[in-house]
């Protein structure tokens, strides 16, 4: 038997691509699963074997586990376009919940116990002003949120049905940024809609403008107020997570954030600060199922898994994000 390998579903978009650098550096073998429908086969550290098929194609799931001798899954696979899902819902039932059941099931046919899964904090919805917590009601206003809370459902159900031959860490991003500190991975997702990528983009002259998408929301200045979390430090978490998992832990549900919201005004204020170039600013409307405000809750997850963010600053979010996008995407100049 060769020895155990980690599956990372969607490792060649932005946060897969960082965890499987991590699971590499900490002396995992790695096998990726990614249909590369956003992200991108360079992402992929080359010590990692890349199989591109889709999560939700189980002959293919069955072949890749028993080659690759899987002991573990990371599950980060999925379309995650908030004003996407609500206007082509069912799409998004199929890609994140139709193929996390078909992965699911791929797993206890192979006798996979350990999985970790990226859900969001899109499954509190509109959560309200409060810091939320791992206990708040689940309320998605969203199919993305939604279609994630369905796989959380999944787990805790196959959990409940098979006790300790299954055990799962779901994580609940906030919103994730930031690029590696050495400038070598970064976030290249196609059609981006997160704030300080586009903030970024519109540093480096690859867009025109940023929209603040809402101006009236009730919130300090009347924009949309997120917790933005280091992809570094989220990605480590995942390894928290395994070691956890490895040591015998139960399963758990975790929010992975700093706990203090930032608003769109303020983050590109640190953008044009950082980079010293006044992009132009517009106001539109708000997105369908955009919420005020969500921060978390962040005191459960360094109990449970030991672990301690890193690079808490929005100035180093921001900045590592600035100097990845300023470096062009592999294959492309600097325009
Ligand atoms: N970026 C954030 O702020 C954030 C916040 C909360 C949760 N998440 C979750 O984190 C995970 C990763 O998000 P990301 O920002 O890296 O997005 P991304 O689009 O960069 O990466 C997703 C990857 O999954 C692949 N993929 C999509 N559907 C697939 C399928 N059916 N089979 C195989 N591969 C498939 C894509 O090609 C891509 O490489 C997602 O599950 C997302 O819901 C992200």
Known sequence: MPPESVLVTGGAGYIGSHAVRQLLDAGHRVVVVDDLSTGHRWAVDQRATLQVGSVGDRPFLDQVIAAHGVGAVLHFAAATVVPESVAQPLRY???????????????RHAGIGRFIFSSTA????????ERVSEDAATVPINPYGQSKLM???????????????????????FNVAGARLDG???QATPRATHLVKVACEAACGRRPSVTVFGTDFETADGTGVRDYIHVE???RAHLDALAYLDGGGEPVTLNCGYGRGYSVREVLATVRQLSGVNFPIEEGPRRPGDPAAIVADASR???????????AELATICQTAYEWECRGLPGRAVE
């Open 301 to 311: 997850i360094g109990p449970v898994l030991g672990w301690r963010p890193l690079h």
């Open 93 to 107: 039932y199929r890609n994140n919940t139709a193929g996390s059941l078909s992965l699911l099931e791929a797993c």
């Open 184 to 186: 070598e991975l970064g």
């Open 122 to 129: 899109a499954v509190y919805g509109a959560a309200g002003g």
């Open 233 to 235: 430090d989220l990605v």
């Open 151 to 173: 796989c959380e459902q999944m787990l805790a159900d196959t959990h409940h049905a098979v006790g300790g031959d299954f055990r799962y860490v779901a994580l609940r991003y």
